[in-house]
């Protein structure tokens, strides 16, 4: 029997936070998994899976072109390079090291949207060139930071990012008037389903990239590249199996065929039943705390990245609760399951439907009862 969990003494989670790598990502539905153990099971030429995968998923989502890689920052740092190089292989042998003219190539991002994943970007050797405020950005500024040296404009999609940034339709339009690529991180922008194609499509970015881990529940170790054939097959000469920056970051046939069958499965979904079913467990979390001393739940919305659906956001009040938002946290996390929630705030915490199953609420709910009660109780 194949070691599991219980055999290393790992606790399960409940995951009522979000699709975090930290805690796995998603979990993969049946199909996925199925798709997966039969890729395992033969030798395949990788670069010919590779070409195939993409076409069937660019075809599904009205893309010209994909590239599936080992998740989301790894889409970063093999589109930057892409961006860079082109279809160059003597520009693509010599990363991150500057071209032969010795000129650093730039990256552009809004200075409100830098973030842990521009590490992604600036491996490839490229420097970052901020615009903007931490607050405010304004058009001459995109404009004045174009110059030769530019390799493409980075854009971080989602709530958290929007407020001090240019619209994206308006930096498109201008990086396109210089010829310099847009390209969208879109990692956890699912749902809705329709960003696989909207931010490229409709809106004329390069590519966007996507976790696969996240709302398309496939292989926590894949992601999404879609965008135009220049691009994508710039992105092949820089990632694995090629001999390149991108080597590092493998995908392997399972991670292929898995996420072929997650981009098909959610395809399928019947999208607005899932988010309806998302605000019921929102609701029911809400008016199952009310009441309790101290406590205070109401609806959060968007989602932490700017997703469609809702969250129950619980305040905890000191006293009379006797019991601080960290304390929460604590405590949830030391039950059996462990229950797992995202600070917000500075008293709150953030209880998110996307990762629970209906059961799993539940004991979400319970939990969360049970630990207030008992605190309650204690201080009375």
Same mark, same amino acid.
């Given at each position: 029997?194949?070691?599991?969990?219980?055999?290393?003494?790992?606790?399960?989670?409940?995951?009522?936070?979000?699709?975090?790598?930290?805690?796995?990502?998603?979990?993969?539905?049946p199909?996925?998994?199925?798709?997966?153990?039969?890729?395992?099971?033969?030798?395949?030429?990788?670069?010919e899976?590779?070409?195939?995968?993409?076409?069937?998923?660019?075809?599904?989502?009205?893309?010209?072109?994909?590239?599936?890689?080992?998740?989301?920052?790894?889409?970063?740092?093999?589109?930057?390079?892409?961006?860079?190089?082109?279809?160059?292989?003597?520009?693509?042998?010599?990363?991150?090291?500057?071209?032969?003219?010795?000129?650093?190539?730039?990256?552009?991002?809004?200075?409100?949207?830098?973030?842990?994943?521009?590490?992604?970007?600036?491996?490839?050797?490229?420097?970052?060139?901020?615009?903007?405020?931490?607050?405010?950005?304004?058009?001459?500024?995109?404009?004045?930071?174009?110059?030769?040296?530019?390799?493409?404009?980075?854009?971080?999609?989602?709530?958290?990012?929007?407020?001090?940034?240019?619209?994206?339709?308006?930096?498109?339009?201008?990086?396109?008037?210089?010829?310099?690529?847009?390209?969208?991180?879109?990692?956890?922008?699912?749902?809705?389903?329709?960003?696989?194609?909207?931010?490229?499509?409709?809106?004329?970015?390069?590519?966007?990239?996507?976790?696969?881990?996240?709302?398309?529940r496939?292989?926590?170790?894949?992601?999404?590249?879609?965008?135009t054939?220049?691009?994508?097959?710039?992105?092949?000469?820089?990632a694995?199996?090629?001999?390149?920056?991108?080597?590092?970051?493998?995908?392997?046939?399972?991670?292929?065929?898995?996420?072929?069958?997650?981009?098909?499965?959610?395809?399928?979904?019947?999208?607005?039943?899932?988010?309806?079913?998302y605000?019921?467990?929102?609701?029911?979390?809400?008016?199952?705390?009310?009441?309790?001393?101290?406590?205070?739940?109401?609806?959060?919305?968007?989602?932490?990245?700017?997703?469609?659906?809702?969250?129950?956001?619980?305040? #905890?009040?000191?006293?009379? @609760?006797? &019991?601080?938002?960290?304390? !929460?946290i /604590?405590? =949830?996390? $030391? +039950?059996?399951?462990?229950?797992?929630?995202?600070?917000?705030?500075?008293?709150?915490i953030?209880?998110?439907?996307?990762? #629970?199953?209906?059961?799993? @609420?539940? &004991?979400?709910?319970?939990? !969360?009862? /049970?630990? =207030?009660? $008992? +605190?309650?109780?204690?201080?009375?």
């Amino acid at each position: 029997m194949a070691t599991g969990y219980a055999e290393l003494g790992i606790v399960p989670v409940i995951n009522a936070a979000a699709t975090l790598t930290r805690l796995g990502g998603s979990r993969m539905p049946p199909p996925v998994l199925q798709a997966m153990l039969a890729a395992a099971d033969a030798f395949v030429d990788l670069h010919e899976l590779q070409a195939r995968v993409g076409a069937r998923i660019a075809e599904l989502t009205g893309n010209q072109a994909c590239f599936v890689t080992s998740g989301a920052a790894a889409g970063l740092a093999v589109a930057t390079a892409a961006c860079i190089t082109g279809t160059d292989p003597a520009r693509a042998a010599r990363l991150p090291s500057p071209p032969a003219n010795g000129e650093v190539p730039e990256v552009i991002v809004h200075r409100g949207q830098r973030n842990g994943y521009d590490h992604a970007v600036r491996m490839t050797g490229a420097r970052l060139v901020e615009i903007g405020l931490a607050h405010a950005t304004q058009a001459w500024e995109l404009e004045a930071a174009i110059s030769p040296r530019t390799a493409c404009v980075m854009y971080f999609a989602g709530a958290s990012f929007g407020e001090a940034a240019l619209p994206l339709e308006q930096v498109i339009a201008t990086a396109h008037a210089h010829g310099v690529p847009v390209l969208v991180d879109a990692a956890a922008q699912i749902p809705p389903i329709a960003n696989l194609w909207r931010f490229t499509r409709e809106l004329g970015a390069n590519a966007a990239i996507f976790s696969g881990g996240k709302g398309l529940r496939g292989p926590q170790s894949a992601g999404l590249v879609l965008g135009t054939p220049q691009v994508i097959d710039a992105c092949r000469l820089n990632a694995s199996p090629n001999h390149s920056l991108g080597r590092p970051m493998k995908v392997g046939k399972e991670e292929l065929l898995g996420m072929l069958a997650a981009v098909e499965w959610s395809l399928g979904q019947d999208e607005a039943a899932l988010l309806e079913q998302y605000e019921a467990i929102v609701q029911r979390w809400i008016a199952g705390l009310d009441g309790l001393p101290g406590v205070r739940a109401e609806r959060g919305f968007p989602s932490e990245a700017g997703q469609p659906h809702g969250r129950a956001i619980v305040h #905890v009040a000191a006293p009379p @609760a006797a &019991l601080d938002r960290d304390q !929460l946290i /604590a405590a =949830l996390w $030391a +039950r059996s399951p462990r229950i797992a929630v995202s600070p917000h705030g500075h008293d709150a915490i953030a209880v998110n439907p996307q990762t #629970v199953e209906p059961a799993e @609420a539940e &004991l979400v709910l319970e939990a !969360l009862q /049970a630990t =207030l009660a $008992a +605190r309650v109780t204690a201080v009375a």
